[in-house]
Every structure is written in structure tokens, then in C-alpha cells.
Nanobody
């Protein structure tokens, strides 16, 4: 069994910064990639950023230059450093990871989500 636990959400003012964390735990053999998704109010969930096991990163156009995704492989943890946040960044942020567990094929796992609200 694998669990992704997110933390770090909350209320932040426009122009401010916030860092989200997501730790994967369980019978993990390898993590291929880890990602952050967001779901703004009334909209579908979509990809924000991804980091692979080799450190390659990819970002949605809306966050390029403002958000940075990083990964601590030893801790099975991914971070999303959010800078110069905007009201449009308000959303529930979900952690996603493609994980190989012992004796199993790779699977996608999701965290429970953490709310980020950007407001003055």
C-alpha cells in the first residue's frame, strides 16, 4: 500500500510565496516521476508541473517562471515552490506519482489534495 501525504497549503496574499510538500510512503521499489496537479473552482484537474527520476522538469505555461518543482529522492518527497502567486492560482493542489511497488507494475497514486487560496 502506498500513501501520498500533502502539506503546506493555506491562504497567501497575491505576490507572496508558498511551498507545498508531498511525501510518498509504503512498500515503494521505485518512483518514476512525481507531479503536482491543480483543480481551480469549477474547473477540471490539470497538470501544473512534473519532475522525473532523472530530474527533468516540465511546467504548465501558466506557472512557468513562478513555480519550481523539486524532488528529494531519498525522502520520496516532491515540493512545489510557488512564487509571485496570483488569485488565479487558487485551487486544490493534488500530488501524483507513478510508483513501482514490490512485485507490481507501475501505478499512478494520488494524494488527498491541499487547498491554496490566493487573496488579499
Amino acid at each position: 500500500q502506498v500513501v501520498l501525504e500533502e502539506s503546506g497549503g493555506g491562504l497567501v496574499r497575491p505576490g507572496g510565496s508558498l511551498t507545498l510538500s508531498c511525501e510518498a510512503s509504503g512498500t515503494i521499489y521505485n518512483i518514476d516521476y512525481m507531479s503536482w496537479y491543480w483543480q481551480p473552482p469549477g474547473r477540471q484537474r490539470s497538470l501544473v508541473a512534473t519532475v522525473t527520476d532523472t530530474g527533468t522538469t516540465n511546467y504548465a505555461d501558466a506557472v512557468k517562471g513562478r513555480f519550481t518543482i523539486s524532488r528529494d529522492t531519498a525522502k520520496n518527497t516532491v515540493y512545489l515552490h510557488m512564487n509571485n502567486v496570483k488569485p488565479d492560482d487558487t485551487a486544490v493542489y493534488y500530488c501524483n506519482a507513478r510508483i513501482v511497488t514490490v512485485g507490481s507494475l507501475p501505478r499512478n497514486f494520488w494524494g488527498q489534495g491541499t487547498q491554496v487560496t490566493v487573496s488579499s
